[in-house]
């Protein structure tokens, strides 16, 4: 299964939860919770974490003593967001109100915790015209230490395209890793958005999910995209990846049939409706 509405991947306190065994792959993972103000407390295992508020803000207590106080953000479209990393077999309490993402992966190496404020979140904006994009690189490979995870915050404006050209990271290349991806949605104004997945090399796979706030998208090998955003209402996603290599990389393959469009940029400006809650 490579689709799952919100709900369908709940599990006691987390109205997501994805794990390596759930989606039938290796390393990477993804938790949501909808904290009240009870705390909700876990431990990390063997996974890697972090600890990012979607809408609210939360306190982050590691070990019992450590605390990170993540101030949040109103929503995702508020701009980056402060966060926390939690390395393996640690134990953690959260407690707060709003909605919590935990983007994980299976790791071996234990780095030590860590806050990072939302003013140092780089902020990208990719492609041109209708493929205008923005996206929250907090934790890719060159700008956050993990040891497998890697995590990027991916807006797209009402009408627009993103995850375009469709592209694939299933094959080791020198210019392609191999990498599990999770895709959550959230979508401006109880709207909706559109995900594509496709077969590649690697094997058959074939999903086109009408995706609204909380859903979450596997991409277990294959091309992805494009991510689409129907119009009047802005699209967010959240890419969680991991995978086997030891150096963290996010390299892909663009689908040759469609690797034209990188070059139809030239000349566009970029949609003046971004970045969303941050100015350049």
């Not at 996603?237 to 393959?253: D, H, I, K, Q, T």
């Amino acid at each position: 299964m490579t689709f799952f509405p919100y709900g369908e991947a709940a599990s006691g306190p987390w109205a997501v939860e994805i794990t390596p065994s759930l989606a039938g792959w290796d390393y990477a993972g993804l938790r949501v919770v909808d904290l009240t103000g009870a705390p909700v407390s876990f431990g990390t295992g063997e996974e890697e974490m972090i600890v990012l508020p979607l809408s609210g803000s939360c306190a982050v207590t590691v070990g019992g003593s450590q605390v990170f106080e993540l101030a949040g953000r109103p929503s995702v479209f508020a701009g980056p967001s402060d966060f926390a990393y939690i390395p393996i077999h640690e134990q953690v309490t959260l407690t707060g109100a709003g909605r919590i993402a935990l983007p994980s992966a299976r790791a071996t190496r234990r780095l030590e915790p860590r806050h990072v404020p939302a003013g140092e979140v780089p902020v990208e904006l990719r492609g041109a015209g209708r493929a205008s994009r923005q996206v929250n690189n907090f934790a890719a490979p060159e700008v956050f230490a993990c040891d497998k995870l890697v995590a990027v915050e991916v807006l797209t404006p009402g009408g627009n395209w993103s995850s375009y050209p469709p592209h694939k990271h299933d094959t080791a290349n020198p210019g392609e890793a191999v990498l599990e991806e999770v895709y959550y949605f959230e979508v401006a104004d109880q709207g909706l958005g559109y995900q594509r997945v496709y077969s590649s090399e690697r094997g058959r796979i074939d999903t086109l999910a009408e995706v609204g706030s909380g859903d979450v998208v596997l991409v277990p090998y294959g091309y992805h995209g494009p991510s689409m955003a129907a119009p009047g209402y802005d699209l967010y996603y959240l890419n969680v990846l991991a995978g086997p290599a030891e150096e963290r990389s996010m390299a892909f393959c663009d689908d040759p049939r469609h690797a034209w469009i990188r070059a139809n940029w030239d000349g566009q400006e970029i949609d003046p409706r971004l970045p969303f809650g941050r100015t350049q």
